[in-house]
Structures are given as structure tokens and as C-alpha cells.
């Protein structure tokens, strides 16, 4: 599993290529929107841990662009101030997750790992299967009803 991490401070890259490597992950860091796109355009990846906040570009800017070059490849959206606004935001760019900062460096990478584990068995559920399903969960009618 090969793993593009994207954050401007070379602290928290090192930090993260530390402890995915340990995991058993390949891991690329890069501290840029540019160096995000060439990479991508580049080599493949199995997942992308997007900062939010880049020098001089938003990381949902980045998604973005990312999205519009590779519709499907994971991206996990990390930062240190999760608001509902953020998050909803980071969701309607194309994140497959939004993940918080501000826990210590193991735990967002257990995070990552079971995200990780969690694709990798949906992937494997929905590819044996032809018909897709969903199970919604509300004690309201109405909202299962328009859902």
C-alpha cells in the first residue's frame, strides 16, 4: 500500500512517513499542491493524506484538483480545527475522510489503517456481489422513507 502524504511542515511529514512506515505502508511526502499533481500524474498511489491548511492553497483546492485527474483514489483530509463546516466541505470535494490533527501521530495513523482495512473490505464485499444495498438506520419513518 502506497501512501502520498501532503503537508507544508516538514515536522509533521517526517512524524507521518515514521509512523505509516512502521505500519508497513510505502510512503511519499511531498509539501505542495504541485507536487501533489506531478506525483499523481506520476506513479500510482493507493491513498492521499491531504492537509487542509498548505502554503498558499487550501487543501480543498488541492482535492479538487485532484479529483478532476484521479475521480477515484482515496483521499483522506486531515486537519487540526475540524468544524461541521469544514468537514461538509471537505465531503462535497470529493474527501472519503476527514480526520483530525490534533490527536498524537499513532492514533491518526490507526485511524488511516482502519479506513485503510474498511475500503479494503467494502471493495472486496461490492466486488462479489452485483446488486448494491444500503442499510438505513433512523427511529423516524419519514426520514427512512424519503432516505
Known sequence: MKILVVDDEVRIRELLDKALAKKGYQ???VPSAEQVLD???Q???DLVL???KLAGESGISVLKKIRKLQKKIPVV???GVITAE???EARMAGANEVLSKDIDVMQLVEQ???FIKGKDRLSEKSSKRKEKSILIVDDEPEIRRVL
Request: aromatic share 10%; proline share 5%.
Open 112 to 114: 488511516i489503517s482502519k
Open 27 to 29: 510512503v511519499v511526502t
Open 50 to 52: 491531504l492537509d487542509v
Open 77 to 79: 483530509i486531515y486537519s
Open 43 to 45: 506513479e500510482p498511489f
Open 39 to 41: 506525483r499523481l500524474t
Open 86 to 88: 469544514l468537514e461538509k
